[in-house]
């Protein structure tokens, strides 16, 4: 499956959609919630009837391509991408529409898909994170599914690197955000099925940087995170990643109903300073996520609870 591009580098939808231009900047009518006069969001690139209810969200766009793969019906499945980096796929799993989008990574890109995608579905929405992670639990290898049952955020506090910062705390740890228990619990049972021996229950801290604020050594930068993992132990945190409480907390601070829930392979175990094959990866992702598709379809929601409108794609698929 792959994109097109046009003449100006801009991208198309796949061959066998109808082809038509993301959003352009000159096109945007709404500075507040910038969108173009078809009602295409800027950033995600997709419009009312092309994101569903229910939406699994991955960083990498490779791993949003496996898991589509195992979609009801790949071929008819619709796919658009964005120049902004976003890759969304919509099709059928179960005989009930889903979404795969791949966001890239950070707390910006995770706050962009939550906002955009509310302001152009209505009813509920379900989300699961199946994204990538480094453990710092020793008892946590590699290879691990860690199901988060909370998340702290970890922020460089920019204030503390001034010269009269009176020896403030160089990095800010939030206290915890929680799933939503039900989605949480369903997408347990599911991917004990089928990896049983890979699934780990842990406590999430999601940082703002790759580097400095998961306690990385670069020579090149005064970061001063020295304590910094010593502080997450102590908190009793397990994994480190860049999404999953902005997740959590924007599902939270919505005014309408987000059901979410994360879960990451452990790619690197920091402490042992050893990371995951690709082969492994590859198979985790491919079982994984059709766990994790399996969860978001055992959930049930009512006919006033999901998108029903005849602009809807995968109305035209079943």
Not at 212 to 218: A, K, T
Request: net charge neutral.
């Amino acid at each position: 499956i792959n994109a097109e591009y046009g003449e100006d580098n801009r991208c198309v939808r796949s061959p066998w959609r109808m082809e038509k231009e993301v959003t352009r900047v000159e096109d945007i009518v709404d500075t507040n919630i910038p969108k173009d006069p078809d009602g295409r969001m800027y950033h995600i690139a997709a419009k009312e009837g092309e994101v569903s209810n229910r939406i699994l969200t991955v960083g990498d766009p490779r791993r949003a391509e496996i898991i589509a793969s195992s979609l009801d019906n790949p071929q008819q499945t619709f796919k658009l991408v964005s120049k902004r980096g976003f890759t969304i796929y919509t099709g059928m799993k179960n005989g009930v529409p889903v979404s795969i989008i791949a966001t890239g990574m950070g707390l910006a890109m995770m706050d962009f898909l939550l906002r955009e995608c509310s302001a152009i579905t209505n009813g509920t929405l379900l989300i699961i994170r199946y994204g990538t992670c480094g453990s710092i639990n020793s008892k946590i290898g590699v290879g691990s599914l860690a199901l988060a049952k909370q998340s702290v955020l970890v922020t460089r506090n920019v204030d503390a690197f001034l010269s009269d910062s009176n020896n403030m705390e160089k990095y800010n740890i939030s206290k915890p955000i929680y799933p939503d228990f039900e989605l949480q619990n369903v997408l347990r049972d599911k991917v004990k099925k089928v990896l049983p021996d890979r699934l780990v229950e842990t406590i999430n801290a999601t940082a703002d940087s790759f580097y400095c604020s998961q306690g990385r050594n670069d020579p090149n930068f005064n970061d001063d995170n020295s304590n910094l993992i010593d502080r997450l132990l102590e908190l009793h945190v397990d994994t480190l990643e860049m999404e999953t409480f902005s997740l959590f907390h924007l599902a939270n601070s919505s005014k309408r109903k987000i059901k979410v829930a994360a879960l990451t392979i452990v790619l690197a175990q920091r402490l042992k300073n050893d990371f995951l094959k690709h082969e492994e990866i590859d198979h985790l992702e491919r079982v994984g996520g059709e766990a994790v598709l399996n969860a978001l379809t055992e959930i049930k929601l009512t006919p006033e609870e999901v998108m029903n409108k005849p602009e809807c794609i995968w109305l035209k698929m079943k």
